[in-house]
């Protein structure tokens, strides 16, 4: 599917001016491109249910209502990422498909401007009832631009961002069969101020918790799969210790990926917590499943833009 497909395709669907289309008439479904992986989760549910997993579709649109970036940006950083809109039909059109709930663990779009936030408007018609978590790409005005991604960065775009998209991007609750999708932002390697007092609240309903998050929290398995044995490597994990941090070659990443207090804190509690039974994130661009905590999966799903996805039942 093209880009002129892509956004040729909203009016067929009735939508607004200048935004893509999901479910254009096709002689296939664009979910029969998805390459879909199953699991299968005891999370004590009402009655079972099948969420479908993506994560980092890295949308580069611009158009005519689009007034910033340059043109020029779009179109390199859609290079990238040549096949963003086509996984985003796919896993829309897979779940509508199926009845299944879209969780989104983040980087739905590459950088801020107006074409990508205005799909981002449109993803609760899209994905009724979808679970989207932010990732550091939702906040990103230039990429490459230099500049250091912290809570000032962020609060740069911050109002404009949330406005279009569904739900908090802070923290966010959703409450599926008994089973409660807990959303929160550790787009920067920690956990922002309020996130582990919100928790709490969601703790003490005593409901089964499904955390969903960007990046993954640090374990020795997707360590190890990361660096590849060389522990001079960013681990660009969530909560890393800080002995495997300091080893890490690059000041930058060195600086970025040092996790605070707050976050060590806030990690080790959720590892405790007996009613967490499974973490969803993206971040990495390729497929990684390791326990969190004993028993506790987490699910690091591949690209969207890669034309990958989960599909996770819980029961």
Not at 44 to 49: D, Q, V
Not at 150 to 159: C, H, I
Not at 236 to 257: A, F, N
Request: proline share 6%; net charge negative; aromatic share 10%.
């Amino acid at each position: 599917m093209t880009r002129r497909e892509f956004t040729k395709g909203l009016f067929a669907a009735g939508l607004a001016a200048g935004l893509p289309s999901l479910f254009a008439a096709e002689a296939e479904s664009p979910s029969a491109a998805l390459k879909v992986t199953r699991y299968s989760v005891a999370a004590g549910a009402s009655r079972p249910f099948r969420v479908l997993h993506v994560s980092d579709t890295h949308l580069s649109l611009v158009d005519r209502i689009d007034g910033q970036p340059s043109p020029r940006n779009a179109e390199e950083r859609a290079k990238c990422f040549p096949r963003a809109e086509e996984g985003l039909n796919a896993a829309l059109a897979y779940a509508r498909e199926r009845g299944e709930t879209i969780v989104h663990t983040g980087d739905l779009i590459d950088y801020v401007n107006d074409g990508n936030l205005a799909v981002a408007g449109k993803m609760a018609d899209l994905a009724p009832g979808g679970v989207f978590a932010a990732g550091n790409h939702e906040y990103c005005k230039m990429v490459g631009d230099g500049k250091v991604e912290d809570e000032a960065y962020k609060a740069e775009s911050r109002a404009r961002v949330q406005s279009a998209y569904p739900g908090n991007l802070l923290f966010a609750s959703r409450v599926v069969n008994g089973v409660n999708f807990v959303s929160f932002d550790n787009i920067y390697y920690y956990v922002p101020a309020g996130v582990p007092e919100m928790f709490e609240a969601e703790a003490a309903r005593g409901l089964p918790v499904v955390l969903c998050c960007h990046v993954p929290f640090y374990t020795p398995e997707i360590y190890e799969a990361v660096t590849r044995g060389d522990v001079t490597r960013a681990p660009y994990l969530c909560g890393t210790p800080d002995e495997i941090v300091d080893q890490v070659k690059d000041p930058y990443r060195r600086r970025q990926q040092r996790a605070d207090a707050r976050t060590h804190e806030f990690v080790a509690r959720l590892r405790g917590e007996k009613l967490v039974k499974a973490v969803l994130c993206g971040h990495l661009h390729w497929p990684h499943v390791s326990d969190f905590a004993p028993g506790v999966p987490q699910y690091c799903v591949g690209a969207n833009f890669k034309m990958q996805a989960f599909e996770i039942e819980f029961s």
